[in-house]
């Protein structure tokens, strides 16, 4: 809780606003009596508007549509998200680890006697798409480099990566990632994200009040909220991205062509690779094409970049990084980052909480330069 | 033998599925009004939201619709057992469970997507129920 106190503070300081501005508070329901009634005790904040979305990493996309929905509806003026966890120094196993269930349900009782991690099931999403596609291992690794890329030019990736004794804090190549072990076929270890600790803040505001801000905004244009779960004869190789983001890139009236930054949530290289054609950056099965050649880096003249903070794949990944999504496309969309793109005027954030593989959320948010 | 992790009850949703798997039964649902296939289980169609719900036997044939092979894991009961498979199997009477292929010599060459298997009721070390794991055939 401590870390989403200093967070909102600096975002507010970055933004010229005052701690009594605050009349909205969304938070993720995580961390030490979190949630819409203890967080808001421990702050201070006596908002109009509480809402404690849960749905996993994609919370605050998903936050972010309902701050921005609020704030339409006159419900509040200033709202915060944030977010704060210390998964690496609590030494919390969340991909190989088990879910243990303290009383059985419905999902714990048909799934939890076969030791499936939370990667074996990304990897199995991986398998299928693997098998549909042909797609190659080499295209997957190809987003770990692009990723790693970025993430060498941000100090603050490196420093994570440091902090958890990374062998090799340097640029890597195909060769590297597929040279790495295999956690989970066939996921190997240089296409997992980290886990890290972490934490951040974002301010969103009414239109009137973004006016007088100390630093230029960026404006909200679209947003799109799913789920998917496993269904009898379902494609789990389409995520709830494919419904997300038409919804999303018809509000904002921008077509996935136009965008210059794509934030995807990559918990591993599978999830950008199926969100990437959920969002229809390319036809699916295709995203190979697409990341090909470092094609996605951010000093590379083809209009959609990937990912300029590091990702979760080597910058921050302490559990829940749809925040950071956002926090990078603005960067991006200011001009901030440290791999930053010339001229960046769109940026899409999307998030994927839960298991990719099974019951899982998309949020996406487009954002647009001032 | 293995030792895997038993259901656990009260939990009225899945409680049939397991009568059934002691009996040595793959049982699943179907909608007697919109005849869905309904898996997994749970107390009304989710396709019309019914609850007048039939409960059938499964021939225990399918296919491997994916799977992976864990190779590190820290989940009690599965640390100590080497590289093991969790999969989706397609059931032939169209409904897709989670579960595990066993019997590969070396599951991480020797099972394929597509691959034909049949369930069978493996014993545990402890609880009173076998769990459910499917096999090539």
Redesign the interface.
């Known amino acids: 809780m401590e870390m989403k106190a200093q967070s909102i503070k600096a975002a507010l300081d970055d933004a010229g606003l005052k701690w009594s501005d605050v009349d909205g508070l969304y938070d993720a329901q995580d961390g030490e009596g979190g949630g819409g009634l203890g967080l808001a005790a421990y702050l201070g904040f006596k908002p109009s508007v509480i809402d404690t979305t849960q749905v996993g990493g994609s919370s605050y996309e998903f936050q972010t549509a309902h701050a921005w929905r609020d704030i339409t509806a006159g419900k509040c003026k200033v709202a915060v998200l944030s977010y704060g966890s210390t998964a690496a120094s609590n030494r919390v196993a969340i991909g190989t680890g088990g879910r243990a269930a303290p009383i059985p349900t419905w999902a714990s009782n048909m799934e939890g006697s076969y030791g499936g991690t939370l990667i074996s099931n990304y990897a199995m999403v991986k398998n299928r798409h693997l098998h549909m596609y042909g797609s190659t291992m080499e295209q997957f690794a190809q987003i770990s480099v692009t990723t790693r890329k970025h993430a060498m030019r941000n100090p603050e990736a490196v420093k994570a990566m440091t902090d958890l004794q990374f062998v090799g804090i340097n640029e890597i190549t195909v060769a590297d990632v597929l040279d790495s072990r295999i956690i989970a076929d066939p996921l190997h270890l240089l296409e997992c994200c980290m886990v890290s600790d972490g934490g951040g803040a974002l301010v969103i505001v009414s239109a009137d009040v973004a006016r007088d801000t100390k630093k230029k905004p960026v404006w909200i244009i679209g947003s799109g909220e799913a789920t998917k779960y496993r269904e009898n004869g379902g494609d789990i190789t389409v995520s709830a991205g494919a419904q997300s983001g038409p919804i999303a890139f018809a509000e904002a009236d921008v077509k996935p062509s136009e965008i210059d930054i794509a934030m995807i949530y990559d918990s591993f290289t599978i999830t950008v690779a199926t969100c990437l054609e959920d969002l229809g950056f390319a036809p699916k099965g295709q995203f190979g094409d697409l990341v090909k050649d470092g094609q996605l880096n951010f000093d590379n003249p083809y209009k959609l970049t990937l990912n300029t903070d590091g990702g979760g794949l080597s910058s921050n990944h302490p559990g829940m990084r749809g925040l950071f999504l956002l926090l990078e496309s603005v960067r991006q969309l200011r001009g901030e980052s440290t791999s930053q793109v010339d001229g960046a005027k769109l940026a899409v954030a999307h998030g994927n909480g839960g298991l990719l593989g099974g019951t899982h959320t998309g949020g996406t948010v487009i954002l647009a330069k001032d | 033998m293995p030792n ?8 009225p ?2 409680q049939e ?2 009568e059934g798997v002691k009996a040595g039964e793959l049982r699943y649902q179907t909608c007697n009004d919109c005849s869905n ?1 309904v ?4 107390r009304h169609c989710d396709r019309c939201g019914g609850t007048n719900l039939a409960t059938k036997v499964s021939k225990g044939e399918g296919e491997v ?14 640390r100590e ?1 080497g590289a ?1 498979t ?3 199997v ?1 059931l032939d009477e ?7 292929v066993v019997g590969a010599a070396d599951p ?1 060459k020797d099972i394929k ?2 691959d034909r298997v049949k369930v069978e009721f493996e014993k545990q070390d402890s609880g009173d129920y076998p ?1 459910p794991v499917f096999r090539q055939v």
Do not use: C, K
């Open positions: 895997r992790p038993q259901p656990a009850f009260p939990e949703n899945t599925y397991w296939v898996f997994t289980p749970r619709y994916t799977y992976s092979v864990v190779r590190q894991s820290g989940m009690p009961g599965f057992m093991y969790v999969a989706y397609d169209g409904f897709r469970v989670l579960t595990s991480t997507i597509g769990i």
